[in-house]
């Protein structure tokens, strides 16, 4: 069976994270600076197998995003990733260290202004050996991310990197641990700062706030908000990587993190974008407010097409009709929106 209708086979090929000037572009161009040394990876098929989007990543056999109500299958062997992390196994295998995916993935789900079922993440990966050198490197980077953090106006709430409830993995050194999820953490703040920061009400600090959380192929794990505008926004999973993963990824001797970021979410908030539908709108009225590399304010405008409609009309010969008058009527029938009324033509009496 398969349940991918054309609507969903039509998005496939669209790839709105590589349209130039697009929001999406940007804003993956935007993570992709925060990383330089990053392998990026941005044209990857959305086509995987649910052994590599849940088996290899430790699902449980009976985890409901598994199920065609949640997920689109092609035939039961094949489907379209739920998820960025269905790729950490063959990006690992294939020896990359440190890396960034954004893609489209896709998901069933309800209508509103803030889901559809396409939309795109960006997964980041660091993998170190798990020995001296390996941890050293970490440490140094841990200093000279602190350092960066400790001089910028931002308030994080943190939890412990490590807690009974988000425990250390078994095959693991409680200590290369702590300083992995340190990394981790510094690292995303510091991109978070990036990307929210400079925005906030004169004088206010960026608030960050950790979670504890659980994630198949991640232990210990944390989800990640952002104060912005009055609400608080989930923008991220993340986690120290689960050995059985790097084990399936054949890289003995490593460690590391892994974190998946919601783009949509996050510039819907930067460029104050209403509905989650307009990234897929290619109405000029949409994509004329856009530049390459630049986040500004959208500019709502009418969701219906433009249309024209022409009016003509006679009048006797002793009345008086000014444009006003027409305006009033207008607005009568027609209320708010229409949005110019403009006089075409006038003829004389004998046309
Ligand atoms: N794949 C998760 C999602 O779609 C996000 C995520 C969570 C990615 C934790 C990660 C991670 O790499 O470690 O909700």
């Known amino acids: 069976m398969t349940n991918v209708s054309p609507t969903i086979l039509s998005k496939l090929s669209v790839q709105l994270h590589t349209q130039p000037a697009h929001p999406l572009s940007t804003l993956r161009s935007l993570v992709e600076s925060h990383f330089p040394a990053y392998a990026h990876l941005s044209s990857v098929s959305p086509l995987v ?11 449980p056999p009976d985890h409901p995003g598994r199920s065609v109500t949640d997920s689109y299958y092609i035939n039961k062997d094949l489907m379209l990733r739920t998820h960025t992390s ?82 250390c993995q078994p095959a693991h050194d409680p200590k290369h641990t702590e300083l992995i999820a340190k990394n981790l953490k510094l690292s995303l703040n510091s991109l978070i700062l990036r990307l929210f920061g400079g925005k906030q009400a004169e004088g206010e600090p960026l608030r960050v706030r950790w ?46 993190w892994a974190f998946g970021l919601g783009l949509e979410r996050i510039a819907m908030v930067l460029y104050s974008i209403p509905d989650i539908r307009l990234f897929w709108s290619q109405d000029p009225r949409f994509l004329s407010q856009f530049k390459q590399g630049e986040i500004n304010t959208f500019r709502p405008y009418s969701k219906y097409p433009t249309c024209f409609k022409d009016v003509s009309f006679w009048l006797p010969t002793d009345t008086t009709l000014h444009d006003n008058d027409f305006c009033d009527l207008v607005r009568d029938v027609a209320g708010d929106t229409v949005e110019n009324v403009k006089i075409v033509s006038q003829l004389g009496l004998w046309g």
């Open 49 to 59: 197998t649910p052994h590599q989007n849940f088996d290899l990543l430790s699902f």
């Open 86 to 167: 269905a790729h950490e196994v063959d990006v690992f295998s294939r020896g990359e260290k440190t890396w960034l995916l954004t893609a489209d993935v896709y998901r069933r789900d309800e209508i509103d202004a803030s889901h559809y079922p396409v939309f795109h993440q960006t997964e980041g990966c660091r993998i170190v050996s798990a020995d001296a050198a390996g941890m050293q490197e970490i440490q140094d980077d841990n200093a000279r991310l602190e350092d960066h953090l400790r001089r910028s106006h931002i308030l994080i709430e943190d939890v412990p990197h490590l807690s009974p409830t988000n425990p």
């Open 211 to 256: 979670i504890e959380a659980t994630f198949p192929w991640t232990t210990p794990s944390f989800e990640v908000e952002v104060f912005f505008r009055g609400k608080w926004l989930e923008i991220l999973g993340c986690g120290v990587i689960h050995q059985a993963t790097l084990d399936n990824s054949n890289v003995p001797n490593k460690l590391g």
